[in-house]
């Protein structure tokens, strides 16, 4: 929110650093938060009674692991196409130097759904759209909005194969996206 109180698409940095904490190295550690425990943890306590936010995303990818030291990338998106809404909570934090706040978020996750349990243990939280002026809201302390924080939908949701490409920063293209099969990484060896 705004100084009017009004809702606003805003840039963070990805990484919540606590208004506590004495360096923004703990942001390296806060990409996620589990939803079962950011009522409890330290880190998050305080950002989950004030502090919600909604991440925008068309899709995330995630590592499934093979035999070995192997994995498959894959992206996973709404079966429809349309974009997706993350839980997130967010912090403000005062960098000493240069003396400037700094806005920070973190994404929620929670267990897999049907579609995500083969290919990982966690998920980030999708808030479904009729949730989210209640995740958005003002948080009562005798019903906060813990139950927005399942898996989403199975069946709304769609899964494939993508290079191990995405697996480097330096990569930014739409190609990315493209389903792979058998897929082949940036060496030109095959995997899948």
Not at 7 to 25: H, N, Q, V, Y
């Amino acid at each position: 929110m705004n100084a009017e109180n009004e809702r606003e698409l805003t840039m963070m940095r990805w990484g919540l650093i606590p208004f506590w904490a004495k360096d923004s190295k703990i942001g390296f550690s806060t990409i996620n938060a589990r939803a079962e425990t950011i009522t409890s943890a330290n880190t998050f306590r305080n950002a989950f009674k004030k502090r919600h936010c909604l991440v925008p995303a068309d899709l995330f990818y995630e590592w499934q692991k093979l035999q070995g030291k192997d994995k498959q990338a894959f992206a996973i998106g709404r079966l429809d196409k349309e974009p997706m809404a993350f839980a997130g909570l967010w912090e403000r934090w005062r960098d000493p130097v240069p003396d400037l706040p700094l806005e920070t978020f973190t994404i929620i996750t929670t267990d897999p759904n049907e579609l995500m349990q083969p290919i990982h243990t966690r998920m980030p939280v999708i808030v479904p759209r009729a949730d989210w002026s209640r995740w958005l809201g003002p948080v009562d302390p005798q019903q906060p909005p813990v139950d927005v924080l399942r898996p989403h939908v199975a069946e709304e949701m769609t899964a494939w194969k993508v290079s191990k490409n995405v697996g480097n920063v330096r990569n930014n293209s739409p190609e990315l996206l493209e389903p792979c099969e058998p897929c082949a990484d940036e060496t030109g060896s095959l995997f899948g």
